[in-house]
């Protein structure tokens, strides 16, 4: 795993973990990738100072270090799987008319329920301006549709 910096196009920061650098790439060139505060799914790497040792001074970083972080990813990519097979089993998905539903169930056109579905960045940011809850679920893997 590799943990990157990652700074949004309105200078939000924030850490992100990886399998890869190519994960990396292909999970912000397919928008994946999303600022926790103001949902923007353009994000860089930002600059770190890797954790590289001075040549003969200084001991190897501690094998627990490495294995704590290592766990502590497992826990996350664990846990964002029960949330995915939660929410696909306990709530509706309604596709792509994910915004309008959220929107009539906001304006008590409709009754309340859980909702998920696809929704463009653009309509997500309208929702929360209108103050509707929406938030992106991270791990959900895209339905495919025939």
């Known amino acids: 795993m590799i943990r990157y910096r990652l700074i949004c196009d309105k200078d939000?920061?924030?850490?992100?973990?990886f399998r890869s650098s190519?994960?990396?790439?292909e999970q912000a060139a397919a928008g994946?990738?999303?600022c926790p505060q103001c949902a923007s799914a353009r994000v860089r790497k930002g600059l770190m100072a890797p954790s590289i040792p001075r040549k003969g001074n200084t001991k190897p970083e501690a094998p627990g270090k490495t294995?704590?972080?290592?766990?502590?990813?497992?826990?996350v990519t664990l846990m964002m799987s029960e949330l995915r097979r939660h929410v696909e089993t306990h709530y509706?998905?309604?596709?792509?008319?994910?915004?309008?539903?959220?929107?009539?169930?906001?304006?008590?056109?409709?009754?309340?329920?859980?909702?998920?579905?696809?929704?463009t960045l653009a309509e997500a940011c309208?929702?929360?301006?209108?103050?509707?809850?929406?938030?992106?679920?991270?791990?959900?893997?895209?339905?495919?549709t025939n």
């Open 12 to 17: 939000h920061e924030f850490d992100g973990w």
């Open 22 to 25: 190519s994960d990396f790439d």
């Open 32 to 34: 994946d990738v999303i």
């Open 67 to 75: 294995r704590a972080g290592a766990e502590i990813a497992e826990k």
């Open 92 to 119: 509706d998905y309604v596709g792509d008319r994910f915004a309008e539903e959220a929107r009539r169930m906001h304006y008590e056109e409709t009754p309340r329920r859980d909702i998920y579905g696809e929704t």
């Open 126 to 144: 309208e929702l929360i301006e209108e103050g509707v809850e929406v938030a992106p679920l991270p791990g959900l893997e895209k339905r495919k």
